[in-house]
């Protein structure tokens, strides 16, 4: 059964700074990898997919890594903005089976 | 496009009523559809999927259920609450077929409270 690990839970990092988010599975046999973000009260917004043949994805200020192999990923968030202060949720998709979501790591940016 | 609606957007409900949360696609076809439930200070826990019209996987046997009557509409019902069934719910669809390089889209979710 494919289990989806978040480090840290939470995080609280100073306006400008690079941040690194992680993202780890027991399972390497996966067809992709999805970063999600969630506003409080919100519904998820998706921010990068990666395909399992892929080892990196890139949007804006957001880069997102794949490490099958070893069962990890990371999101890596450049100049971090207030705006970016969210639950960032990373889930994998094995075979067949629906979504495995990690319990996210909720990120706090202080201007 | 293709958008996903959920409704209602919040709900409270007695222990012991109905639930009925619906959701529809809009700008596909043959969607494969889910519901999750995310209860306070813990990860998405998925409910129930359907690859198709009246196919419907549960994941976790529970006091919920849910029905696929058309393509892109996914509903998810009660007959008698239960407190430990606050949450919030959110419905999400992906393409059809293994192949394809979409991820999830998900609706913006129901805040239920059982009261």
């Known amino acids: 059964k494919q289990e989806v690990t978040q480090i840290p839970a939470a995080l609280s990092v100073p306006e400008g700074e690079n941040l690194v988010l992680n993202c780890s599975f027991t399972?390497?046999?996966?067809?992709?990898l999805q970063w999600f973000r969630q506003d409080p009260g919100k519904g998820l917004t998706s921010l990068l997919l990666?395909?399992?043949?892929?080892r990196e994805q890139t949007s804006g200020r957001l880069n997102a890594s794949l490490d099958k192999s070893s069962g990890r990923s990371t999101l890596y968030i450049a100049a971090s903005q207030p705006g970016d202060s969210a639950t960032y949720l990373c889930a994998v998709r094995t075979g067949n089976t629906p979504l495995v979501f990690g319990k996210g790591t909720r990120l706090s940016v202080i201007a | 496009s293709q958008t996903i609606h959920q409704w209602p957007a919040t709900l409270v409900q007695p222990v012991g009523s109905p639930l009925s949360l619906e959701c529809t696609v809009e700008?596909?076809?043959?969607?494969?559809l889910y519901w999750y439930r995310q209860a306070a200070g813990r990860g998405l826990q998925l409910l129930f999927y359907s690859v198709g019209i009246g196919q419907i996987s549960s994941e976790v046997p529970q006091n919920l259920s849910a029905s696929r009557p058309q393509d892109r509409q996914f509903i998810l019902s009660s007959k008698k609450l239960l407190l430990s069934d606050s949450g919030f719910y959110l419905c999400?669809?992906?393409?059809?077929?293994?192949?394809?390089?979409?991820?999830?889209?998900f609706g913006s979710g129901t805040r239920l409270t059982v009261v």
């Open positions: 399972d390497s046999a996966i067809y992709n």
């Open positions: 990666i395909q399992s043949s892929q």
């Open positions: 700008g596909t076809s043959n969607p494969n």
């Open positions: 999400a669809w992906s393409p059809t077929g293994q192949m394809l390089p979409y991820g999830y889209t």
